[in-house]
């Protein structure tokens, strides 16, 4: 069986800014994917590792913002990328919190409107 999300993509509107935030909160570098009519950025992604992975997408006709769908990276303490987020042009919708045995969470929009959500561990307290 499979996890229950297999791939994520996060629309933009202005990929370098897009870009330059992600790789600045998760310290990662993304790489283009090739795909007609889209310019795409993945997430750095292991085939054999659980969990899934994603990329930003900019496409005509396809707007960023709230949508009702928060996507949840994971942290290992996601207080250290709620502070990077908001280094880096985004902003804390609501600081790290606990959700009980299940760890914690921190909710942050990014450059292009769009919330997502960050998660660690209970033991990342």
């Known amino acids: ?13 202005d ?11 998760f310290a990662v570098t993304l790489t283009p994917l ?3 009519g889209l310019e795409m950025w993945a997430f750095p992604m292991d ?14 006709g396809c707007p960023s913002g709230g949508g009702g769908t928060i996507v949840y990276f994971s942290c ?8 990077r987020a908001a280094a880096a042009g985004g902003t804390v919708q609501r600081g790290k919190f606990s959700i009980g045995p299940y760890g914690f969470i921190a909710l942050v ?8 959500g960050l998660h660690s561990g209970p033991t990342a307290g």
């Open 15 to 25: 990929m370098p800014r897009a870009k330059a935030f992600y790789e600045a909160v």
């Open 47 to 60: 085939d054999q590792a659980t969990g899934a992975s994603g990329a930003l997408v900019q496409m005509p």
């Open 109 to 116: 929009s990014d450059t292009e409107g769009n919330v997502i």
């Open 76 to 83: 290992e303490d996601c207080a250290v990328q709620e502070a």
């Open 34 to 36: 090739q795909a007609d």
């Open 1 to 13: 069986m499979n996890n229950a999300v297999g791939w994520f993509e996060l629309y933009v509107q």
